[in-house]
């Protein structure tokens, strides 16, 4: 499978993806870790993605996304935005509204973090 | 007669790096850094209310860009700060911007 059919199929299979800049347990880029931390802060349960292993993964998922900057955040497949949105979201309250009525009232039960590498 | 030439030459250079060392600490590097990005967004945005471009290291490659404007009204977050993106779109590409915070506000 393509990068671009795997970026698409996370994007459309999971709750919450969030493309980032390292994984949640080795974060490498300030404004990923921006946005990991206001998911956990609102119980997202995350699938985290590492575009840093090859460029090719970055360039594939800003031309499905037309978002040119990393993180990006989704939500039931719908881009949410980067680590500014996220953050003023979750500051705010909507972050949690949002995905309470995208996942349901139990969404943060989980708090599952998964991470998924592409090949 | 050389002495004199030299100290004149050292004076000259003691001045301008007093000056240097003042201008940086008024910030004005901060404003030459941010002034062509403040241009473009002023071309994108004509009715902001409020418009402001900030270096936030002083290295002129990190910015924090505020927008609010009438133009930005009605329109989502993700769509407003996709506005920022195209205005800055040349920047973005050719490497002067190596991180960019955005926050925007619509008023109606």
Not at chain 1, 11 to 22: C, E, R, W, Y
Not at chain 2, 34 to 47: G, I, K, S, V
Request: a negative charge; charged letters at 25%.
């Amino acid at each position: 499978m393509s990068y671009s059919d795997q970026i698409k199929d996370v994007i459309q299979t999971s709750d919450v993806a969030l493309f980032m800049k390292g994984t949640p347990s080795f974060v490498m880029c300030g404004n990923s870790d921006r946005a990991l931390q206001a998911l956990r802060r609102a119980g997202a349960p995350v699938t985290a993605v590492d575009v840093l292993p090859d460029p090719q993964i970055r360039q594939e998922l800003s031309a499905i996304s037309g978002w040119p900057t990393i993180p990006q955040v989704f939500v039931k497949g719908e881009l949410v935005g980067g680590a500014d949105i996220v953050e003023e979201l979750e500051q705010t309250g909507e972050l949690g509204e949002k995905l309470q009525a995208a996942l349901g009232e139990g969404y943060s039960d989980s708090r599952e973090e998964t991470t998924v590498a592409l090949t | 007669m050389r002495v004199y030439q030299f100290r004149h030459i050292r004076w000259r250079r003691k001045c301008s790096a007093v000056l240097l060392r003042r201008a940086y600490a008024a910030g004005y590097h901060r404003l030459v850094s941010t002034q062509p990005l403040r241009d473009l967004l002023e071309q994108a945005f004509p009715d902001a209310t409020e418009l402001d471009v900030i270096d936030r290291t002083g290295g002129g490659d990190h910015f924090q860009v505020v927008v609010t404007a009438p133009s930005l009204g009605g329109l989502s977050l993700v769509e407003q700060h996709r506005r920022v993106y195209e205005a800055l779109a040349t920047p973005l590409a050719d490497g002067t911007i190596h991180e960019l915070r955005i926050k925007t506000k619509g008023t109606p």
